[in-house]
């Protein structure tokens, strides 16, 4: 069995850790993804996930059982 010194894998971890933060730091510019959306279309998306949630409620491919929690069935055929 391989043995492993924990002080040496310790100080591993955290120069790995310090590395990914300092490159993280590093990054100028806007991150992909954190534009805000078009209000519009923030509305449309709702109505549409909405519906979809309806939808599979109707059909008893989900079932509400709690405030938290679902029922989700997944041997529905596709088509």
Known sequence: MKKVDYRDWKRRKQEIFLKLIDAENRFEGRV???RPRDPE???VLLDLDKARRTRY????KM???GSRRIKWRID???G
């Open 32 to 34: 992909p993804g954190r």
């Open 41 to 43: 279309k923030e509305k």
């Open 57 to 60: 409620i109707e059909t008893g």
């Open 63 to 65: 079932e509400i059982l």
């Open 76 to 78: 529905f055929k596709k």
